[in-house]
């Protein structure tokens, strides 16, 4: 699990969407317009974030939201706490997420 999670976190989109979902559930379509990326290239940062087991997601009509799974084991909350924390420190992170909240007051449900 732990190769898993650093080759997650090794890329800066995924970390940014990461820090997101730790802190809100966002959907697809807002994260696709915040990042300015195909809903393909969001969807495949996605899979590898939830085959690291790092987000869970729930259907909602054709749309997924995601958010962090709180089923993580201790040692790897906080590890993953650690980093988030130093993330939510970044200035694109915080442009980022001042976008994507943006999205998300436009877009409650995805078209």
Known sequence: MLVSVF???SETTRLYILASCSQNEFYTCQLVQALGLSQST???HIRILKEAR???SRRYRTWSGYY???DLPEEMKQLIQEILSRVYRDK???HFH???LDAR???KVCP
């Open 7 to 9: 080759k997650a976190l």
């Open 42 to 44: 969001v969807s495949s």
């Open 54 to 56: 790092l987000l869970k």
């Open 68 to 70: 962090l799974n709180p």
């Open 92 to 94: 694109e992170w915080q």
């Open 98 to 100: 001042e976008r994507l």
């Open 105 to 107: 007051s436009r877009m």
